[in-house]
Each structure stands twice: as structure tokens, then as C-alpha cells.
């Protein structure tokens, strides 16, 4: 049962074996500054610093061309970080972020504007990153414009064929954002990004708002723009099943860091992170019934100050003395299958 | 055995000045004592005011205008707001997607848990303290005595819920409603928190009613499902027979439409269209636009019918073959 309608496109021996996008090193931190009551005990003498947020800490990553990779893990643990870092639109700390083996730190001028339209970006909640005064022709048509991929004369065609693609209506096109429901303002988003012909979406929780009903629609929407477009994913969900159902490889994130990554099939098979087995084993499913529920112990610690050695001991089974002050490296345990534990040696 | 809780055709309006909005139009259920009964629907079917409406929490301009709510035989429609408020928190508890909704941000918890034990019971002030520790171990809180002396934003989302689910036990209710308790929560933290109600309810036979958009959450964890769409009840049923053999077409589509129940990568059974607005339903089965069964005759008024023993759904040409089969 393999993923025969995802990967169609895929034609071996092409570009698609060609690495479209590459993290090398990459960490991110955030400087959490101090309010002024702090700064003032600061002047004063008292111990307290500016505390960092390692909200991504050295994750290498390699997505190939017309690859979907679903970035899963718990809220706060440097998912949609690692996004805006993956589409350009936030430099990491360190590392380094090659497009088609370029770094994008070296591009300027005109190279560095495409590069930035190569990567778009689409949300969790559409009505954040919509402007509500503007119409969604305007939305969607802006920046094509801007860019010189439509002219003033081809405008409204090339509006039309955009929301049409995003399986909107274009006589709805002189709307406003309000007037439209969650699924219906997800699609405008799509619209917008694919309006200036990106080779690369980052879908960040892209259906969490939306009903099961519409969160189907909205899916079996980026799978038909997939092959349609030979579209590359970084899909981030905190929802298994969704990834389950979409990618062709899972990367697991706690605390900043890879845990582990393996094809689709390969990790809900035969998952080799504890943290990855305990999230697995918690995720509810429908075929369960009256089930008992069990599931990892304690919450997920503070970024600000994670446990040292490996960022899971505290809640992991099978924690040793070694978990508590090395940090476990990420290796290839099978073919494509590499997970970050003591475990495995 | 008698039931806990019977709510027979309720309806609870909102008369806005654009119009009235049947948020319920039509919410039948029964709840058994000790079982759990998993309320489902998509946003704005009508699921959270289907529990303010049981707890009497419904404010203006929305009003229960219709059907019963029968808790032990007595029908709480027909109670003063003073009777009810005898009942609220002690006999049936509610407990919030947002704890905040329960939990006073200004006092610390041990505060605010001894004088609920102390508004509704007299004890003293050392065993109301002994049932508050009692009531944050059941619910998976281990040395209560050092968080008890807490602000409840020096919590997590998730401790901060267990607290307010320990306050709904506070008084050993014999009905709580949770409305999607566990949907703003990490999955590790809702598998943990849904691990201790599962224990709850079968250690001390308090019914639960469980409200959800999440299918898979209620799969696990209730003995009977209802499903709302559109402010009306569409199909009820044991758990188990619902999710396996749906036999209204809305349930069957939802179900259809679970990425899990999907062959990976293939396209998603989906339902098209999307949900009507309730101040322009059309008129008979509210489902008519989106079903693929539909006929002429759907546009007339539908009952919820019991179908075959124990199940009931609100549908004229239901999925029965393969219930049959
Ligand atoms: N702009 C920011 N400033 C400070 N801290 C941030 C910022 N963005 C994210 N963080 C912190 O970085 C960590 C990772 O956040 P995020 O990438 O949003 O995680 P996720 O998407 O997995 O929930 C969190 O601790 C978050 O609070
Ligand atoms: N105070 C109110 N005034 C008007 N309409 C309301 C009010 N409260 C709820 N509604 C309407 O009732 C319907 C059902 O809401 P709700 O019970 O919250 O849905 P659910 O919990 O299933 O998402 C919604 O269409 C909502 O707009
Ligand atoms: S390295 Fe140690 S603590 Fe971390 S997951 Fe493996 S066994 Fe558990
Ligand atoms: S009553 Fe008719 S329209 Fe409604 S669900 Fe049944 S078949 Fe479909
Ligand atoms: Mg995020
Ligand atoms: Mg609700």
C-alpha cells in the first residue's frame, strides 16, 4: 500500500533526487529581554539575566524536490521557527540554509528577490495574515504584479485563474476577507502564495482551525496542487493522522531538536525515539474503543532552562545515567531511519 | 436502570436583532449512570449551548424555549434560578475548554478550593483541605499540598485544567459536562488527562458528558455518541455501532472524511460544501445541500426516529444496509 497517487511526480533519476532545500547547523535563539522591574534589579546588583530561548538547536535537514515532509511535536518545541527559517523569512542564528546547494545568506539583488518568491509561506489562521482592507483580488494579485508575473492588462485573468486553481469562486473576488468562512479564507492564503509561483510551501498548521468537514477539502487541495504544480511540502502539524495521511517522510521535533526522521511508513511502523513511541501511543485514534489510555509521564519542560544530555530524560522509560549529561547524536539506524538516542549505541 | 440525565427535543433560541437564532433546535439524548456520553459536532452546531442550557447557563438573549431536561426524573427547565443554583457545582458540574472560565486568577488555589467545598458543605476548615487533596490526587496532581499554596498562572495550560476538573469533583457530582476540556492541550497532556477521567468515571459512576469536534477523542474514551449538526441531533447510538455502522449521511461523512480512514495519499473522502448559516436554514433536513442521498421529499421536516433498538437518527433514506449487514 504504497503512496502511489503522492508520488507519481516523482520520476527517479531526475531533479527529484535533487536536494531543493538543505539546513546545515541551523539553531535560532531568542533573547527573552528583561522587563523594566528586572532591569532595574539588574542596576541594583540582583542576579537576573536577559534569558535565551534555543528554540531551534543545530537541526540539519535535507528535502528533496517534489518531497512532502511533515515537521511534527509538541507546541513550543521550534516547529514554526524552523519554518520561517525554511521559507526566508527569518535568518537563523547559526547555520546555514542552502537553496539548490546555494547558501541564501550569499545571494543579493535580483537572485535574493527570487529566492525569497521560491519559499512561501501559509498559516494556521488565514484572518491574521490577511490584510482586511484590502479585496482579495488585491491580495492575491498584488505581489504577482510587483514581481512583473502578470501585467496590468492580464490582471484580472490572471486573478481569476489563481482563485479558480484555490477552488474559489472569482466572481467573489471584489470581497473583503471578512465576508468569507475559515475554509474559504485558507483557500485566499493558498491563492496568494501560489500566485507567485513558488516551488516551496511551508504549510504551518495550515487546517488546525479548520472543521473535520473543511479540513479535508483543505487537504485534498495542497495534494491535488502537489501534482499539479510539482510542489515541494515542509507540512508542520501537530495532528499525526494528518501527517500520516500526507507525507512521504516525518521529522520529530522536541525541545528545539530533531529526534528523529524516517519515511512515512518506516516511523508509524516502527518508531525508534521514546519520545516519538509515547507520542504515538497518545494521539487518540477512531478505530480505538473504550480504550485505556496511557500515555508519557510529566509535562513538557521549560525551553528557557531544558534538562541537560538529552532533553527528554525526565519523562522518558528508559532514561540511564549517560541520558543525563550527553547529548545523544542523531545517527542512521536503518536506511533513511535516524533517531537521537542512548538506545541504539 | 434509571438514567442520569434524559434531555427530550430541547431547543434553546437567541432572539438577535438579526433575527433568532435556533442554536438547539432538537437535542435528544440520555445520559446512564456512570457512562460517558460523547457529544460531537462540527463548530457551531450548537454542542456548547446544548451544555449551557443543561447547567442553566444560558444568558439573554438566548432562552431554553422548548423540551425537557430531566436529571433524575426532575425536569430542570422548570427550576428557579435559586434551585438551580443549589444544583450547579454540586450536584452537576461543568468544566471549560478555557480553565479560566473556573479559575479565580486572583486567589490562590487552596483559597479558592476550600471555600467551594465550604459554599455548598459544612465541614471544617481541615477536612474541606482533606477533600481538596483528595480531589487534585484524583485527577493525577501528586503533592497537592505545595501546589495548593499557588497562582493559578504559575500553572501550565494542562495542570491548570487538572485543577479545574478537581474543583467539578469537588462536591462528587453526579453529572459533569465537559465542554472540549482537552482540545487547547499537547496530545501527551490531553492522553494523560483523558487516562484519569476514564478512571473517574468507572471508579465512581459519575456520568459524563463529553463534548467534542474530535471524533478519534470520544472513539476512545465514551460508552454512547450523540451528533449534532446544525442546533439538532442527527444520530445517536452506542459508541461502537455509531463509528462502525453510521447511518446518517452527515456521521458517515464525517467519518469518511478522518485522514485515518483514508487510504495514505489518496484524496480525502470529503463533504462538500459547507455548514448553513442558522439564521437561513433551509427548510427540512438542514443537510440537504451537502448530502448525497438527498431527495425532493428531505426539504419536508425530518424526525429523529429510532431506527433500530438503542439507535436512533433524524434521516429518510439512512445508510441501512449496511447497518443490516
Ligand atoms: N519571536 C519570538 N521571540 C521570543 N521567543 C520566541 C519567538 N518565537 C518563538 N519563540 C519561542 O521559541 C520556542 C519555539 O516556538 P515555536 O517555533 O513557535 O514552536 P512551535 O511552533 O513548535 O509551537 C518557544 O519557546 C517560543 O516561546
Ligand atoms: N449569545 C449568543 N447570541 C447569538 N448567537 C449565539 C450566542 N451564543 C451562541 N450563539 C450561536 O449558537 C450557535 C451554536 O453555538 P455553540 O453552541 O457555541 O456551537 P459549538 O459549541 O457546537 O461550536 C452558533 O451559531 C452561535 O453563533
Ligand atoms: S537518550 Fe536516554 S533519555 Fe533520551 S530518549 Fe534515549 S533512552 Fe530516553
Ligand atoms: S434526510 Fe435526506 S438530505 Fe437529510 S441526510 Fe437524510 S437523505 Fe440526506
Ligand atoms: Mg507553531
Ligand atoms: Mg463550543
Known amino acids: ?345 | 436502570m434509571a438514567a442520569t440525565l434524559e434531555v427530550r427535543n430541547l431547543q434553546t433560541h437567541f432572539f438577535t436583532r438579526a433575527g433568532v437564532v435556533k442554536a438547539v433546535d432538537g437535542v435528544s439524548f440520555t445520559v446512564g449512570r456512570g457512562k460517558v456520553m460523547g457529544l460531537v459536532g462540527e463548530s457551531g452546531s450548537g454542542k456548547t449551548v446544548t451544555g449551557f442550557s443543561i447547567i442553566g447557563l444560558v444568558d439573554a438573549p438566548g432562552r431554553v424555549v422548548g423540551g425537557e431536561i430531566l436529571f433524575h426524573g426532575q425536569n430542570l427547565a422548570k427550576l428557579s434560578e435559586e434551585e438551580m443554583r443549589q444544583l450547579r457545582g454540586n450536584r452537576i458540574a461543568m468544566i471549560f475548554q478555557d480553565p479560566m472560565m473556573t479559575l479565580n486568577p486572583v486567589l490562590r488555589v487552596d483559597t479558592q478550593m476550600i471555600e467551594t467545598v465550604l459554599a455548598h458543605t459544612k465541614v471544617s476548615k481541615e477536612e474541606a483541605r482533606q477533600r481538596c487533596r483528595d480531589a487534585l490526587g484524583m485527577v493525577g496532581i501528586p503533592s497537592p499540598d505545595e501546589r495548593l499554596k499557588s497562582y493559578p498562572h504559575q500553572f501550565s495550560g494542562g495542570m491548570r485544567q487538572r485543577v479545574a476538573i478537581a474543583i467539578a469533583l469537588l462536591h462528587r457530582p453526579e453529572l459533569i459536562i465537559a465542554d472540549e476540556p482537552t482540545t487547547a492541550l499537547d496530545v501527551t497532556i490531553q492522553g494523560q488527562i483523558l487516562a484519569e477521567v476514564q478512571k473517574l468515571a468507572a471508579n465512581t459512576g459519575t456520568s459524563l458528558i463529553w463534548i467534542t469536534h474530535d471524533l478519534s477523542v470520544v472513539a476512545g474514551l465514551a460508552d454512547d455518541l450523540a451528533v449534532m449538526y446544525a442546533g439538532k441531533v442527527v444520530e445517536d447510538g452506542p459508541v461502537s455501532e455509531v463509528l462502525d455502522k453510521p447511518m446518517h449521511p452527515y456521521t458517515h461523512g464525517l467519518i469518511g472524511s478522518v485522514p485515518s480512514r483514508n487510504r495514505r495519499g489518496e484524496p480525502l473522502r470529503q463533504i462538500p460544501g459547507m455548514t448553513p448559516s442558522l439564521l437561513k436554514l433551509p427548510p427540512g433536513c438542514a443537510f440537504h445541500s451537502r448530502c448525497d442521498r438527498a431527495t425532493p421529499e428531505c426539504t419536508a421536516p425530518v424526525e429523529l426516529l429510532e431506527l433500530i433498538p438503542g439507535r436512533h437518527a433524524r434521516c429518510i433514506h439512512p445508510h441501512l444496509e449496511e447497518v443490516a449487514a
Not at chain 1, 534589579?41 to 535537514?61: M, S, T, Y
Not at chain 1, 484555490?166 to 473576488?173: I, R, S, T
Not at chain 1, 516519538?276 to 528557557?304: C, D, H, N, W, Y
Request: hydrophobic letters at 40%.
Open chain 1, 1 to 345: 500500500m504504497s503512496a502511489t497517487t503522492m508520488e507519481h511526480t516523482r520520476r527517479p533519476g531526475t531533479e527529484a533526487d535533487q536536494p531543493i532545500i538543505e539546513l546545515v547547523g541551523i539553531s535560532k535563539r531568542f533573547e527573552k529581554k528583561l522587563d523594566f522591574i528586572g532591569k532595574l534589579a539588574q542596576r541594583l546588583g540582583a542576579p537576573v539575566r536577559e534569558e535565551i530561548v534555543h528554540a531551534v538547536d543545530n537541526v540539519n535537514l535535507t528535502i528533496r524536490h517534489g518531497e512532502v515532509v511533515g515537521l511534527v511535536g509538541e507546541s513550543g518545541c521550534g516547529k514554526s521557527t524552523l519554518g520561517r527559517v525554511v521559507a526566508g523569512i527569518m535568518p537563523p542564528s547559526d547555520g546555514q540554509v542552502l537553496w539548490r546547494g546555494r547558501d541564501i545568506a550569499s545571494l543579493h539583488g535580483a537572485e535574493a528577490k527570487e529566492a525569497k518568491l521560491r519559499a512561501q509561506m501559509i498559516f494556521q489562521d488565514p484572518m491574521s495574515s490577511l490584510n482586511p482592507r484590502m479585496k482579495v483580488q488585491d491580495i492575491v494579485g498584488e505581489a504577482p504584479q510587483v514581481h512583473g508575473m502578470t501585467t496590468r492588462s492580464g490582471f484580472n485573468d490572471y486573478v481569476d485563474e489563481q482563485l479558480r486553481r484555490a477552488g474559489l469562486d472569482p466572481a467573489l473576488k471584489k470581497r473583503y476577507p471578512h465576508q468569507f468562512s475559515g475554509g474559504q479564507r485558507q483557500r485566499i492564503g493558498i491563492a496568494r502564495a501560489l500566485a507567485v509561483q513558488p516551488e516551496f510551501l511551508v504549510c504551518d498548521e495550515s487546517v488546525a482551525a479548520l472543521d473535520v468537514s473543511i479540513q479535508a477539502q483543505i487537504l485534498n487541495l495542497f495534494m491535488r496542487l502537489r501534482s499539479e504544480l510539482n510542489l515541494t511540502y515542509l507540512f508542520i502539524s501537530h495532528d499525526l493522522s494528518v501527517v500520516e495521511h500526507l507525507s512521504d517522510r516525518v521529522v520529530i521535533m522536541y525541545l528545539g531538536r530533531v529526534v528523529e526522521q524516517a519515511p512515512s511508513e518506516e516511523i508509524f511502523a516502527r518508531a525508534n525515539h521514546p519520545y516519538t513511541v509515547s507520542l504515538l501511543s497518545a494521539v487518540p485514534r477512531i478505530e480505538a474503543r473504550k480504550r485505556a489510555f496511557t500515555t508519557v509521564q510529566g509535562e513538557i519542560p521549560s525551553p528557557l532552562n531544558p534538562p541537560p544530555g538529552c532533553h527528554f530524560h525526565p519523562r522518558c522509560p528508559h532514561a540511564m545515567e549517560r541520558c543525563r549529561v550527553e547529548v545523544p547524536a542523531l545517527k542512521e539506524i536503518a536506511p533513511g531511519h535516524l533517531s537521537a538516542c542512548h538506545l541504539n549505541g
